[in-house]
Structure formats: structure tokens, C-alpha cells
């Protein structure tokens, strides 16, 4: 796999046919991205030439993905995060998301505090619900027992050990601080 | 066990540095019995382990029967959630007053959060105008909201006021020994002459007598008491009683 600029004249049209990132021009094919030559046998009589950006496709998010993020910020209204892993593959660019207030919990969604479900900081299992559009982040929710907080660190510093589905304790001062706290199934915690 | 409050005792009433540490070794005693005691830290202290750690610079004060805290001198002001405060409306957006109470970000003040408001019947809130209000949300990771209501929907004195007046600053431990239940000052301040006082624990106070000229002595005779001993503050309010009549 060569690396190609754009514009670049990559064969005849009777050679092969032209696929995505790729246009023709007076019967050649050319590079219309910069990246690398894929030359594909998809059972045609000739091969499809195409070019892109990287070896591996990005895998995006999708509705229904159980996806890993770390909250940025929190508002009494919402948590905004950046979504870091699809599942257990790990994202190159971070994707924004939100978490709103009623998504937080499946039961007393208006008596929810931001507060007192994340802080800036915490690693959080969600789920997404909604794409959204041009504008908004991805739409994710929280509101099942296996989603929350996983991973967070108290004030003093020191990452917290769960005590309950609404709290943690920190193991230097033993406060505890109350967060909304996913149960992660036995086999995924190490030992 | 006495270890524990032994620790303390020598040090209460004396000035503490962050970093100064207690270190507990209980000692070990044959029969394994060790009666471990609970004790409270207020502000200032914090457990570390087997340790308790001072984070603030102050006098280390006790309370029957197991609380220990620093006092420390402070003039800028955290905002803590509960706390009744004077702030300066700075701003009017949408449904919210921007409300500047001293501390590193602007509080918001919902215009429905005062008695008797409703969407139709907006309150009389223009910007300048003095707020008294209490913290309904304040911590480190988002912006503070005040109400100037209670829980059960009342004002409780709280809301617009400050028609005329004095608003000036003093310092966090000032005002909070004014706003002790029996404090002396004011009661010694009482008998000079009448006025209206509203203390913010943002540092904030407000006075107002029946001439400026009585504003201005209560003014400057409160901003006198934050290094003064109860004694020399007696001496200066009789000579002013005297003076005044």
C-alpha cells in the first residue's frame, strides 16, 4: 500500500474500476483524497481501486452502543463528557456527549442531583440514545443498574472503592461522597 | 482512649501551620482490648490514614465532647451550601439575576425564587439592588444558585433591601462572631443607638442608623473590633456613648 496525494493518476479505466476516494477524468482514474491505495478483488472482472485516509474505519458510536466516557463538566441541568472507547475498542478523536439530568436514574428522575451523581473527572459507563443533530453531542443515559460511575477519584486525591449503588468511600480519609455508581458484572472486575 | 484526645489537649488554643500532623500509635496492651474513640474534625483538619493532617493555619479549638476544628482568619469567601449571604445583582438574563456574592464566580438567582413570584408576577429586582439570600447549590464544580426563599416557600427576612444605607466588608471570622447567638458586640452596640444591621457571611454587612453621621460611627466602630479584646472594645463604646449624648 503506496501513499498517495491528491490528484495523483493512479491507473487506466481499463484496469480497474474506481472506488471511494477515487474519480475519473479522461478515461484515468485519479486520487481525489491523500492516503493509501487499497486494490480489491470483489469478484468483478477487474479489481476496485480505492483510496483512504487510514488502514483501519473508524468505528462510530451507534444507538444502543454501551460506550466508556469521562465527564468535563457538570451544570444542575446536565453532565457533559467526552466519549473515550466504543465498547472496548479505544476512539483516535474524542467525541462529545451529554448526559441529562432524567437520564441519570430509571426511578425519582426529578429529584436527581447533578452533583451528587458525577463530578469532573469520573470515568462512566453509558449507553447512547440519540445521534443528534448537527449542533448537540451524542444524547446518552445512565439509567440502568450496570451504567454509572466506575472509576473516581475523592477530594483528597485517592481513587474511591464503591459501597453502594449511590456512594463511595475514599481509603486516606474514609469520607464518603456520593456518586451514581454502576454494577459491574464479576467477570469483568480484576482481581 | 485518652491517647486520642491527649494528642489535642496540649495544642488547643495555639496556632497550627498546614502540615503539622497528629500521629495516633495506640498503645499495645496485653489483654487486646483497645477502646477506640471517635472524633469529629471540623474545618481545617483532615484524616489521612492512621493520621490527622492540619490544612489551614489557625487556632485549634474544642467542643465538648469530641469535636475538634481550626479557626482561621480569612477574608475571601468560599460559597457553601446553606449559608445566608448579601449580594449585588449585577445582571438580569432571561429568568435569571447574575449576582455578584464575593466569591471566585457570580451566583444566578432564579426570578421565581423570591415570596409570591410567579411567571406573571415577576419581583421588583433591578441591577445594583442588595440581595439577601441562601445557597441552595455551591461547590467546587458548578456555579452557585441563591433563593430568597425557604423551603416552605416563605422569605424569612430574605430578598430585595437596602433602600438607604451602608454596605461595606469585613473580615470571615468577624462576622461570624457577630452572628454568634449571644454576640457580645452587638449587644454592646445596641446600647449606643438604634440601627438596622444585616450581616452577610460572605463578609458583607449593612448598616443603617437615622442620620449618616450614626452610620458612619457604627461603620467604623465595627471595622475597629476585628483586633480589638472585649476590654479595649468596652472602653472605646462607653467613651463613644459618652461622646454621642
Known sequence: NS?????????????????????????????????YVLRKNEGEELPVISVVRETETQLLPDVGAIVTCKVTSINPRFAKVHILYVGSTPLKDRFRGTIRKEDVRATEKDKVETYKSFRPGD?????????????SNYLLTTAENELGVVVAHSE???????????????????????????????????? | MDTIHACFKDKIGEVLLPGDVFSFRLPESGDGSIKTDKIICGPGLRRNGEEVQVCKSGILRHKQPNMY???????????????????IVTA?????????????????????????????????????????????????????????????????????????????????????????????????????????????????????????????????????????????????????AEGSL
Not at chain 2, 70 to 87: H, L, M, N, T, W
Not at chain 2, 167 to 193: M, N, T
Open chain 2, 92 to 240: 438580569k438574563s432571561g429568568d435569571i439575576f447574575k449576582v455578584d456574592v464575593g466569591g471566585s464566580e457570580q451566583a444566578s438567582l432564579s426570578y421565581l425564587a423570591f415570596e409570591g413570584a410567579t411567571k406573571r408576577n415577576r419581583p421588583n429586582v433591578q441591577v445594583g439592588d442588595l440581595v439577601y439570600g441562601q445557597f441552595t447549590i455551591a461547590n467546587k464544580d458548578m456555579e452557585p444558585e441563591l433563593v430568597c426563599i425557604d423551603s416552605c416557600g416563605r422569605a424569612n427576612g430574605m430578598g430585595v433591601f437596602g433602600a438607604d444605607g451602608l454596605l461595606f466588608k469585613l473580615s470571615l471570622g468577624l462576622v461570624r462572631r457577630l452572628l454568634a447567638p449571644q454576640s457580645e458586640i452587638v449587644k454592646d452596640l445596641e446600647k449606643i443607638f438604634p440601627f438596622e444591621l444585616v450581616v452577610g457571611m460572605n463578609g458583607r454587612v449593612w448598616v443603617k442608623a437615622k442620620t449618616v453621621q450614626q452610620t458612619l460611627i457604627v461603620t467604623s466602630l465595627l471595622e475597629s473590633c476585628e483586633n480589638m479584646t472585649s476590654q479595649q472594645r468596652q472602653t472605646l463604646f462607653k467613651r463613644v
Open chain 1, 3 to 35: 501513499h498517495m496525494y491528491v490528484c495523483e493518476r493512479l491507473c487506466s479505466t481499463e484496469d480497474c474500476i474506481p472506488g471511494t476516494g477515487t474519480y475519473l477524468r479522461h478515461g484515468y482514474i485519479f486520487a481525489s483524497l491523500t492516503g
Open chain 1, 156 to 191: 483528597a486525591g485517592a481513587q474511591m472503592v464503591p459501597i453502594s449503588w449511590c456512594e463511595m468511600q475514599c481509603p486516606r480519609t474514609h469520607a464518603k461522597e456520593f456518586r451514581k455508581v454502576a454494577r459491574v458484572q464479576p467477570e469483568y472486575l480484576q482481581a
Open chain 1, 123 to 135: 470515568i462512566v459507563l453509558a449507553k447512547v440514545i440519540s445521534l443528534g443533530d448537527v449542533q
Open chain 2, 69 to 87: 476544628w481550626i479557626d482561621s482568619q480569612q477574608r475571601r469567601y468560599v460559597p457553601a451550601k446553606g449559608e445566608s449571604v448579601i449580594g
